[in-house]
């Protein structure tokens, strides 16, 4: 296992630009407003040639109420509890305050190896202040100014010279293969569940759930191990749709979960049982579609709806095949984040989908298939001249990926596409998966 490293302070030092800087990418939410970091974010790094991983907290607040801040101080608590080395982060600019004083104890009475991080550094006129940070009682005070990558460098090599004192370091793999590590992504408008699905899948409480809508802002990378495969877990923000995006933070948001679901493998798209399918659904469906990642689809709260009511089951079934008919191959899944009812059959349907996205057919099956679907269905003709194929042959995966050659691209209507797909799915299901089309011209031999 590797070492952990946690950010800690108060809100507003920049705790998450000193996350994004050292990790060489924008993980974290960062905007000047206290309070937009909640959850723990986990990343792996390293640092001339050993590696190890950094955990960034919300902001804490020893003296906030309220379910949200408690939240993020009990998050910020496990992260200090799990760390091998703690970074607190102070303002240079504002110097000690009250907040960083209880921090200070608060991490002396854990009594874990602490590096203090006087942040904000960037300009000579704020470099006598940071000595003030001395009184802290947790040693010299390393400046920087995370912004700008000043000071950096001192601070990783302190923190792999400490790592080393402490005998937890571990070498940088030269060549890390994470080619069979399935990455899904929880994704789903507002409020359906989506925290309190990963939390129940992961047994504990590893992000924060609130009936609060938006509660969760930066995409949470979890691993965990589920019948012997490695899954990475990624807790998104609510997606709304363009028009309902207005505040700065929630376009930085929606953009951070659109990366997340183009790097994943799966997306599970959480639907809410009791409302059914919205506008907002669709949407969130739409990104899935054009990402051409895997799917399931997830119906949660059915506690809440009609628990074994099959009639119930069925209306809803038909709604989200109707509503959603273009992730027609995606497996519908009933669940309850709450109770767990459905959780197994949900990880099960992830494995059969991960690797049907990853399944790649021989040259000769696509060709037989190809053959026969062509002996039931010639493509119908176009502008007065016929379209032919010629051969049809798999050329990538996640997701499978078919390379046709024909003689006019442009006559391919996409509901012979269509026909096609169907035809192979009546042999081969690929349950939960897209099957990408492309297409090449090539001159008839003579």
Known sequence: MLPLVAIVGRPNVGKSTLFNQIIARPVAVVRAEPGITRDRLYAETDWNGFRFALVDTGGIDPAATGEIPQQVLRQAQKAIEEADLILFVV???TGVVSEDQDIAKTL????????LVANKV????????????????????????AEHRRGLGDLLDAVVERLKELKAVQPAPVDEDQADVIRVAIVGRPNVGKSSLVNRILGEERVVVSNIPGTTRDPVDTPFRY???????????????????????EKQVAERARRALERSDVAVLVLDAAEGIVHQDLYVAGLIQESRRAVVLAANKWDLTAPGDADAARRLEEQVRRELDFLHFAPLVFISARTGRGIGRLLDQLLVVAENFATRLSPATWQALLNDALSFHQPPARKGRPLEIYSASQVQVRPPTVLLEVNDPERVHFSYLRYLENFVRRAYPLTGTPIAWRLKARARSS
Do not use: H, I, N
Not at 108 to 115: D, E, N, S
Not at 232 to 246: H, I, K, Q
């Open 108 to 115: 002396r009475t854990a009594g874990k190896p602490v590096l």
């Open 91 to 93: 303002d240079a600019r």
């Open 122 to 145: 960037d300009g000579p006129e704020v470099e006598p202040g940071v000595w003030e940070f001395l009184r802290l009682g947790l040693g010299e005070p390393l400046p920087v100014a």
């Open 227 to 249: 019948q012997g495969r490695d899954l990475v877990l990624v807790d998104t923000a609510g997606l709304r749709r363009p028009g309902r995006v207005e505040e700065p933070v």
